[in-house]
């Protein structure tokens, strides 16, 4: 006879009781969420067709409404469109005209070096012609109406429908500036 030995036989894998039951709970939990899931969510849609439910004419007065308010829009478009050619025409005839943008302005007296008003932001085309010699006039005044400061931060020329930075910095000496004024100018 051939026997076996014992070092050479194979382990039978068994599950445990509880592990067994353990995972028939799991299942049955999963089942029952997955159902309970399912009755909600057939609630909801039963409550939707509840509350949405249209007679056949309701749905065709809704239908030819939709309708009359395409047609309108069409018809709309029709009368009110321009070509790209003369919407670029449209543009391009249209004069220019600056719009500060975030334009701002610092009395900037540092302990050590020159004291000078900094004029900083955007200036924005909204014309569709090209604004030329672009100019930022600064007159700033010291106490008892003292001008310290009369003279223009030179831009160039800004194309219609674009913007230009601004950051100029006009010096001047004496006390602290009371007050000033900042123009855009163009031809």
Not at 6 to 26: D, F, N, Q, Y
Not at 62 to 75: G, H, I, P, R
Not at 89 to 108: C, G, M, N, R
Not at 154 to 173: C, F, M, N, Q, R
């Amino acid at each position: 006879m051939n026997e076996t030995k014992p070092s050479e036989m194979k382990p039978k894998k068994v599950v445990g009781r509880s592990v067994a039951i353990a995972l028939g709970i799991a299942c049955i939990i999963l089942i029952a969420g997955v159902g309970g899931v399912m009755a909600f969510y057939t609630m909801q849609v039963n409550s939707l067709k509840v509350n949405h439910t249209y007679t056949d004419d309701q749905y065709n007065a809704m239908q030819s409404n939709y309708q009359a308010a395409e047609n309108n829009y069409t018809n709309y478009l029709n009368d009110h469109h321009y070509t790209d050619e003369q919407y670029t025409q449209a543009i391009a005839s249209k004069p220019a005209k600056l719009v500060e943008v975030d334009l701002k302005s610092d009395d900037s007296r540092p302990f050590l070096g020159t004291d000078s008003l900094h004029v900083y932001g955007y200036l924005c085309n909204v014309g569709g012609l090209t604004a030329n010699n672009v100019k930022i006039h600064v007159v700033a005044y010291q106490s008892g109406g003292v001008v310290a400061i009369n003279t223009d931060i030179v831009l160039g020329s800004v194309a219609g429908e674009a913007w230009i930075k601004v950051d100029g910095s006009p010096t001047y000496s004496g006390s602290s500036l009371t007050s000033w004024t900042i123009s855009e100018t163009w031809s």
